[in-house]
């Protein structure tokens, strides 16, 4: 008798168990839907801020190859850059400009930029020597990005909206 009893007492135990669990996952997964609802909202405002900021600045992807017009810088620059150790440090980049032709300060300034040239090579040698050759060399990506910056201010306007290199090379 006294199994046979303590076999209920297990069994109820055990079925009160289960209900107190399928209750818990029932509040834990409301919940977790909440708030999952509530991070995706948040990601969204952020990412649509984001976008928001980002959406001033052209896209070169946004822009079809037929309106894409590119400025070759004449030649190559010979740069001097930051001393990081005792030696002198060169670096050889030759600059080209994507220029959005749909974009409408194209008619202002055209697709020659040779009267501007040395006000552009002027920003470019500015950004590269205030790197040391170790940075120049990690930093690619970011020289190209200020030297964007710098050239979109010069014109007053994001007509120019990439910078790419031929030549990029260290001595």
Known sequence: MKR???SIVILVLVLVNTVLSV??????VGTAKKT?????????ALSLEVESQSSADVNSQAIPMTSIDVYNIS???TIPLAKSDDKDHYCLVSVSFSVNKDHPDYATYGSDYSA???LIKDQVRDVISQYTIDEAKANQELIKQQILERV??????????????GEYMFQ
């Open 4 to 6: 046979n009893l303590l």
């Open 23 to 28: 209750i818990l996952m029932v509040s834990v």
């Open 36 to 44: 999952s609802a509530l991070i995706d909202g948040i990601s969204e």
């Open 75 to 77: 030649e190559s620059m």
């Open 116 to 118: 501007q040239e040395s």
């Open 152 to 165: 979109q201010a010069l014109f007053n306007s994001d007509l120019i909206f990439n910078v790419s290199f």
